[in-house]
């Protein structure tokens, strides 16, 4: 058995690991082991007689850290030694250490430490991992929240605090569930069970906000981790607010719904107009002919509500858009008067007034004030505030016409039957059309909603 | 159109609801050339009902328009079921848009497959 001597001797010179060395009440070095030349790259015959403070920093040394650490040490038995340590080669490591007083008066002081800077990194990272976490987690607009794999909640945001009312204690546990709507908590909690073997939870529910006690739907998702396992671990989750999108789904469900009858609707007209124009057609080229142009001016009148937002057409922008198509150029502007005040029309109001005014022009430009050289045509309307209705007045009027022999035509058209039928039975019109000495004049009585009046 | 299928709405006397005057002028110059005598065409839920009122016993049949400018023709579909009147609708709408109340009355939707109507019509007309 050897004696305390030899035996801490030979502790001291095996520990390569552990810096080991003394120094006298003044910091000079009375013994240095091999793990302190290892560790600080200075051999013992450099060191010894010499300041140990050499292995502080320049910014510790001139901070008077080694005096200070030996005071401490004389005073309280000890002095914990963890900072930055320079080597000889004036590399720096992060040291662990203790400094003690040695028994005896005046004896000086032994001093362990060892190299842990990777632990220190390592450290580092996750306080700064963890900083990373919380400021995204505290400045997103989700609620975020930690989690036990079992939906018991372990860190609430603050922004789950501030939305839900429900303190930080309050919605640990499964306390938080107090915030989702009664109807949605069974599923919420069921979730759970299906996420552990998923390894994600997923579930759109209701949470309740504290503000106005609305229910508002979020989209939440959590997940572990990473590189933990999922049954084990803590997980991180989100809340995302899907009221808006929510919201914009279900009038898209409505908006698809309109617009699937208004297509069917729109193709039944077309199926009508096809059916009449058969009716009236001699051949299948006057057929195509007419058709062809009866479904231009449908085509004109979706095209002008296409290109509005609110879905109502100016009578002025109706009017222009089926004479300019019927019209030859310039030329033409100098013999066709447009004037009226600006009224919004309704998609129905429109369709109708549209192809009246299509088969208007289409006679025009055949027989009327638009194929002779003389002709003149006049469209003007104006707007009769009545109560309760407004009532748009238009009239179509032909001048300079040489009309073919006298009086009507012997077989109304389907222009008559549009002006005289279809106006009156869709929008309540009243109209009235004739043949005068010198062209066409034709009369519109439209009841509008006082809404439809602007600008 | 099939002659048998057109044979067995002569004399029949149908009302027809349907707010778009083309469609309406259309469906009825169709009923009208297969012999029917048409009730209207009406544009409104007012005007169907009046129509009902005014046409006695003679009614045997309707095809609806359900969707009519701003209001459903539900009501009249009530009155002609209380009265024992077969009826046909008229929709734009999927199946998914109609009360339950109203999906086992026959349905055409638009644009009008005329066969079909008719052949739902005749079929329905067998009441007198």
């Known amino acids: 058995m050897p004696n305390k001597e030899e035996l801490f001797e030979l502790v001291v010179e095996s520990s390569i690991d552990f810096a080991i060395f003394t120094v006298d009440p003044n910091g000079l070095t009375t013994s240095w082991n091999v793990g302190a030349e290892r560790l600080f790259g200075y051999a013992e015959d450099q060191m010894l007689g010499r300041s140990a403070d050499v292995i502080f920093t320049a910014e510790d040394r001139a901070a008077a850290a080694p005096e200070e650490e030996r005071y401490k040490a004389s005073m309280h038995g000890r002095a914990a030694d963890d900072r930055w340590h320079q080597r000889k080669d004036g590399s720096r490591f992060w040291a ?80 938080w569930l107090e915030a989702i709507h009664p109807d949605d908590r069974e599923a919420t909690q069921n979730a759970w069970q299906e996420a552990r073997s998923k390894g994600e939870y997923y579930i759109e529910h209701r949470v309740r906000r504290e503000a106005d006690g609305e229910y508002l739907w979020h989209q939440t998702r959590a997940k572990p981790l990473a590189g933990e396992s999922a049954a084990s671990s803590d997980w991180v989750g989100t809340m995302t607010d899907i009221e808006d999108l929510r919201g914009l789904q279900s009038r898209q469900h409505v908006l698809m719904a309109e617009l699937q009858h208004r297509t069917r609707n729109l193709l039944s007209v077309v199926q009508s107009i096809a059916n009449q124009t058969i009716r009236s057609s001699s051949s299948l080229e006057v057929f195509g002919t007419q058709f062809g142009s009866r479904l231009r001016a449908l085509s004109r009148v979706q095209g002008l509500l296409a290109r509005v937002e609110d879905q109502v057409i100016d009578l002025h922008a109706l009017v222009t858009a089926e004479l300019a198509a019927h019209s030859e150029g310039g030329a033409e502007s100098s013999r066709i008067k447009v004037a009226g005040p600006s009224v919004a029309l309704p998609p129905t109001a429109a369709q109708a007034l549209g192809l009246a005014l299509h088969e208007l022009a289409t006679n025009a430009v055949k027989y009327g004030a638009l194929a002779q050289p003389t002709g003149q045509l006049e469209v003007t309307w104006e707007l009769k505030a009545n109560k309760p209705t407004s009532e748009i007045a238009l009239q179509w009027r032909e001048s300079g016409v040489s009309m073919p022999q006298a009086g009507s035509p012997k077989r109304k058209g389907y222009g008559s039957e549009l002006i005289e039928r279809a106006l009156p039975y869709q929008l309540s019109a009243k109209t009235q059309l004739e043949f005068g000495p010198d062209g066409v004049r034709c009369a519109i009585l439209v009841p509008v909603s006082a809404e439809s009046v602007h600008g | 159109m099939a002659e048998l299928l057109s044979e067995g709405l002569k004399g029949r006397c149908l009302l027809v609801v349907e707010d778009e005057y083309l469609v309406a002028a259309d469906l009825t110059a169709s009923l009208e050339s297969l012999g029917v005598e048409v009730i209207g065409p009406a544009a409104s839920v007012g005007e169907a009902l009046s129509l009902i009122e005014n046409s006695g016993s003679r009614l045997d049949g309707a095809v609806l328009d359900i969707n009519l400018r701003s209001e459903r023709v539900y009501p009249v579909a009530d009155v002609l079921t209380a009265r024992g009147i077969p009826f046909v609708f008229t929709t734009g709408y999927d199946a998914v848009a109609i009360p339950i109340a109203y999906t086992c009355a026959p349905r055409c939707e638009k644009p009008i497959d005329k066969t079909q109507l008719v052949r739902w019509l005749s079929n329905t007309g067998s009441r007198k």
């Open chain 1, 96 to 175: 662990s250490g203790l400094m003690m007083p040695l028994r005896g008066e005046d004896s000086g002081f032994v001093k362990i430490t060892r190299d842990r800077t990777e632990q220190h990194q390592a450290g580092e990272r996750l306080r700064e991992n963890e900083q990373r976490f919380r400021l995204l987690a505290t400045s997103i607009p989700q609620l975020v929240f930690l989690t036990r794999p079992d939906g018991s909640r372990t860190w609430p945001s603050p922004q789950w605090i501030a939305f839900t009312g429900l303190g930080f204690d309050a919605s640990l546990g499964v306390g």
